[in-house]
């Protein structure tokens, strides 16, 4: 048998080389040299993606770079290769950040803040702690039995699968930093506001009865310690299980985009989706609610509808609304909550995703 | 000995319960390995994030898909 044993010791599928084993001290410089190394030839290479992408398309294939291939051609061979390496690299970084944020952890911190201020933190841990949407059910009982508030549990269930890193550098790459920022800002707002409106209403009772009878202790699960060997072996885990997993939606959906680039004309979805449109923000939160997807899906369909003309205010809505609403995880959600909560919170978060829409249409 | 494998069965917890009965075949030992997906069941043992493993009672790995390794230690 094995004795107890705090760490749950992660050995790598591939040890990154056989030689960084044993000497532990000397090796460290060496690794953070070839670390060092790494980000200079990334920064490098993706400093030659614009001119690569010219002159492949231009002389290379010889395409007039007026013409509706060439247009399309040159952006996907730019758009591609810089959204994989903008992915790599922040999903290698987050990684390593989130061993040290288990949802185990960030329920210890939550559990003693007063609600306003866990709101803001439950929606600032929201985007470093790992989260998988089927575990919300056991995420939820865990905090609330724990002795999270409920608006602040809401606060880290709205913000984790909103606000995350693929969502950002997908917007960052293929829309700039501006709106990969707005979308940052309003995201955690929409999580704070939402999460702490549910608070108020004082809706403890609609949790199901043998969740509320429950009581957990929040040292239950030992934590896990690693060694930086671990945590950046496990940032090179996250990557290939991520990027593995992405890559096609990104390809796909810049391909998609890049036809939209070259061949729909201009202004195409204005009177659909445009500022004109007063019903457009309604329109798009309900009918993102029972589409499911994730950031990666929904980009770049993102990017193609906003450089037809479609309103800024509209589009966040539209992909607030696919991402943070979906109709699988209220119906997981509902073997823990009674119906009248269930339907809070998706009218508090829908109308906190509604103001967003009309206030960037609005101001922008 | 008692592996119990918690998840609500979305891929990364099947994985987790492949990884663990190909283990126990190896290790030749005598263990049952149940699959728990009920949420109430889950709770008790204070599992807050799936996949999760626990053998005999106590918790071994939570939130993610233990490997080969991992295993190979626990069922010594």
Redesign the interface.
């Known amino acids: 048998?094995?004795e107890?044993n705090n760490c749950?010791?992660?050995?790598?599928?591939k040890p990154l080389a056989p030689k960084t084993e044993v000497p532990q001290r000397p090796n460290r410089l060496k690794n953070i040299m070839i670390g060092l190394g790494g980000l200079v030839v990334w920064f490098v290479a993706y400093k030659q993606l614009l001119p690569f992408s010219k002159y492949f398309t231009f002389e290379i294939l010889g395409l007039s770079s007026a013409s509706h291939l060439g247009q399309a051609i040159q952006f996907f061979v730019y758009d591609t290769p810089k959204v994989m390496m903008l992915l790599t690299l922040v999903v290698f970084g987050v990684g390593i950040i989130r061993t040290f944020f288990?949802?185990?952890r960030t329920?210890k911190i939550l559990a003693g803040k007063r609600e306003s201020v866990g709101n803001v933190f439950a929606a600032l841990l929201g985007i470093v702690t790992?989260?998988?949407s089927?575990?919300a059910?056991?995420?939820f009982?865990?905090?609330v039995?724990a002795g999270v508030p409920l608006g602040v549990t809401f606060s880290f269930l709205i913000s984790a699968p909103m606000v995350n890193e693929i969502a950002l550098v997908l917007l960052y790459g293929l829309l700039g930093w501006k709106i990969a920022a707005l979308y940052l800002v309003t995201g955690l707002l929409v999580a704070i506001v939402a999460g702490w409106t549910i608070g108020r209403l004082g809706m403890e009772n609609h949790i199901e009865d043998?969740?509320r009878e429950?009581r957990?202790?929040v040292d239950?699960?030992?934590d896990?310690c690693h060694s930086w060997r671990e945590r950046v072996q496990m940032g090179l885990a996250a990557v290939k299980d991520i990027v593995g997993k992405v890559w096609i939606y990104v390809v796909a959906g810049i391909g998609v985009g890049a036809a939209i680039h070259g061949y729909v004309p201009e202004g195409f979805m204005v009177s659909i989706m445009g500022k004109g449109a007063w019903w457009s923000v309604p329109a798009a939160v309900l009918v993102g609610i029972p589409m499911y997807s994730n950031a990666a899906g929904i980009v770049p369909v993102i990017h193609a509808l906003l450089e037809k003309g479609a309103a800024l205010g509209t589009v966040l809505a539209f992909m607030m609304s696919v991402i943070a609403l979906s109709l699988p995880e209220t119906v997981?959600l509902r073997?823990?909550l009674k119906p009248r909560l269930i339907a809070t919170f998706v009218g508090v978060v829908g109308c906190g995703i509604l103001l967003v829409g009309y206030l960037f249409n609005l101001l922008i | 000995m008692e592996i119990k494998v918690m998840g609500p069965g979305c891929p990364k917890c099947a994985e987790a319960e492949k990884i663990v009965k190909d283990a126990v075949a190896k290790a030749g030992i005598a263990a049952t390995v149940e699959k728990i997906t009920d949420f109430q069941e889950m709770a008790k043992y204070g599992v807050l994030s799936t996949p999760a493993v626990v053998i005999d009672g106590e918790i071994k790995c939570v939130g993610r898909v233990p490997t080969a390794n991992d295993l190979a230690g626990w069922l010594k």
């Open positions: 048998m094995v107890i749950c010791t992660v050995s790598p599928d288990t949802p185990e329920r790992p989260f998988c089927c575990s059910v056991p995420l009982i865990g905090f039995t043998w969740v429950m957990t202790n239950d699960v030992p896990e997981i073997k823990v």
